[in-house]
């Protein structure tokens, strides 16, 4: 077994099963897709590390452990078609990919689509289609979705989003009124108009940038320049409060039954961004 292949195992039991999370089809993903082929050269021998890893443009590879407490909430089966927001690396879609039909996803930047385009064609990763695009718009054509999966946070769940989802389908996706400290919220559409939600624990994703969610970086420096740049971390302009919907009713948090994140004691100590 090659360095990388053990040190892929010991991840999985010191940071994955070590935490609680226990779905064994998750687990035999996470054992399976080789971490070291998705982060910068430089980085490799840091693949197994348990935290977030930068990949350039400043963005991150999620934390191991994120992408499993995220994929066992979605709880995806092998005819699943999933919506992932934010491919990065490419690395959450390809574990994604082991668990369902068809992985969807879209990612705002373009440096980061050839990148993960090339290493997903190298795996021979044949479901997973990469967008260059603005999730916040998610992806109609095709629509429904059985889950949506976000790695990066924003103020609220697009509303789009949940009109993409199948009835019984799982949104997870960290949402919070701060750039970087969200919940990690699962959503289960019920029914037709039935949402019903929680939060799997507190948790720091990279902003999700987009016409329903953050402003980029350069109109939030435009719009803090423009009220007089308090220099505070919150998106300026007045565009910070996303119309007074933020976390606000059943996004705000309940517990998920038998929580996720306690189990894996996301409390302030999972990190993505
Ligand atoms: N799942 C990725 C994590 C990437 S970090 C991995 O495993 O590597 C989150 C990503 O979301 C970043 O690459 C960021 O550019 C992207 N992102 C942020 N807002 C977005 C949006 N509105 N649409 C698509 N991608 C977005």
């Known amino acids: 077994m090659s360095d990388f292949n053990e040190a892929r195992q010991r991840m999985v039991e010191r940071q994955i099963v070590g935490r609680g999370i226990r779905d064994p089809r998750v687990l035999a993903a996470m054992r399976s897709v080789p971490r070291e082929a998705f982060v910068p050269d430089y980085l490799r021998d840091l693949a197994y590390e348990d935290r977030p890893l930068p ?11 994120i992408v499993a407490t995220m994929l066992e909430a979605a709880d995806l089966s092998p005819t699943d078609v999933v919506l992932d927001v934010g491919t990065g690396s490419g690395y959450a879609a390809a574990v994604a990919a082991t668990l369902a039909a068809h992985v969807y996803s879209i990612e705002r930047h373009a440096e980061l689509v050839a990148v993960a385009r090339d290493m997903l064609a190298r795996l021979n990763i044949s479901n997973v289609t990469v967008y260059l695009g603005d999730g916040t718009a998610g992806l109609a054509e095709h629509a429904p979705y059985d889950a949506i999966i976000a790695a990066a946070g924003g103020p609220h769940i697009p509303d789009v989003w949940r009109r993409q989802l199948a009835i019984g389908g799982r949104i997870v996706m960290p949402v919070g009124r701060e750039l970087h400290y969200q919940k990690l919220i699962k959503l289960v559409r019920h029914g037709e108009d039935d949402y019903r939600s929680c939060s799997l624990g507190e948790v720091s994703f990279v902003p999700l940038v987009g016409a329903d969610a953050w402003p980029a970086p350069d109109e939030h420096r435009r719009g803090a320049d423009k009220s007089g740049g308090g220099g505070d971390s919150g ?9 007074g919907r933020g976390v606000g009713g059943a996004e705000r948090g309940r517990s998920c039954p038998r929580s996720a994140g306690e189990v894996a004691g996301l409390h302030g100590l999972l990190a993505v961004a």
């Open 55 to 65: 990949i350039g443009n400043e963005q991150t590879i999620s934390q191991p452990a």
């Open 235 to 243: 998106v300026g302009g007045g565009s910070g409060e996303a119309g």
